[in-house]
């Protein structure tokens, strides 16, 4: 299989507090990880892909230094919301693509996290 | 600009019913096409992936056709259960060599005992 996770599932936090968001691939590794918003009612809007031991690239609109993301290993990408406000409050969802198998074949098949809902108060 | 629309926006059905929900997209060249369930305040699980020459995709009662000429598809349910309930989202990747999908609004779909 191929199983994201998330975590928390879930957090409150006050305002101008920072959060992170952890996602993990669990039995595979992940050279590129994604990270989505979704509003209520919504579709997923891509954040930022996340490549591990580079910087991520953000999508137009998304302030870099606000949605900070680390990705350290092939395993987990961290997204943190710094000095989140209430507007911050929404659904994050990750997910994570296969590296390349030995023979250098790529799979684009982006596997889901479970998301985590975030309420900043 | 690539788009992806769903329609209904959402569909209320009894239990044991069949119902089919459209995805229209724009994007160009096109890669595959997937249709997603994603169950309230879960992420998206894959149902079907097509490619430009397959025309239908089956998984269980889920049942997911392509026209690649009018750039429609199509997810069609049979015999709803109550746990059929969810958005189903259908995406598309294009062709140009980014892994980026692009997501279309999604259809809710209620299914009542």
């Known amino acids: 299989g191929a199983v994201v996770s998330q975590h928390p599932s879930w957090v409150i936090c006050k305002s101008g507090t920072s959060v992170k968001i952890e996602c993990r691939s669990l039995?595979?590794?992940?050279?590129?990880m994604f990270w989505y918003r979704q509003f209520p009612k919504q579709s997923l809007m891509l954040m930022a892909t996340?490549?591990?031991?580079?910087?991520?690239?953000?999508e137009q609109g998304v302030e870099k230094d606000k949605f900070l993301i680390n990705h350290a290993s092939l395993t987990l990408s961290t997204l943190t919301v710094t000095s989140a406000h209430p507007e911050d409050s929404s659904f994050y969802i990750c997910?994570?693509?296969?590296?390349?198998?030995?023979?250098?074949?790529?799979?684009?098949?982006?596997?889901f996290g479970p998301g985590t809902r975030l309420l900043v108060l | 600009k690539n788009q992806v629309e769903q329609s209904p926006q959402s569909l209320i059905i009894l239990e044991g019913k069949n119902c089919t929900l459209q995805c229209n997209y724009t994007v160009s060249p096109f890669s595959n096409l997937r249709w997603y369930k994603q169950d309230t305040g879960r992420g998206p699980v894959s149902l079907t992936i097509?490619?430009?020459?397959?025309n239908t995709k089956s998984n269980g009662r889920y049942t997911a056709t392509l026209d690649a000429d009018t750039k429609q598809s199509s997810l069609h349910i049979t015999a709803s259960q109550l746990s059929d309930s969810a958005s189903y989202i259908c995406?598309?990747?294009?062709?140009?060599?980014?892994?980026?999908?692009?997501f279309g609004t999604g259809t809710r779909l209620k299914v009542l005992a």
């Open positions: 995406v598309v990747r294009g062709a140009s060599g980014t892994y980026k999908y692009i």
């Open positions: 039995d595979f590794q992940a050279t590129t």
């Open positions: 996340s490549n591990e031991g580079s910087k991520a690239t953000y």
């Open positions: 997910s994570a693509r296969k590296s390349r198998d030995r023979v250098g074949r790529a799979e684009e098949t982006q596997y």
């Open positions: 097509m490619t430009f020459s397959e």
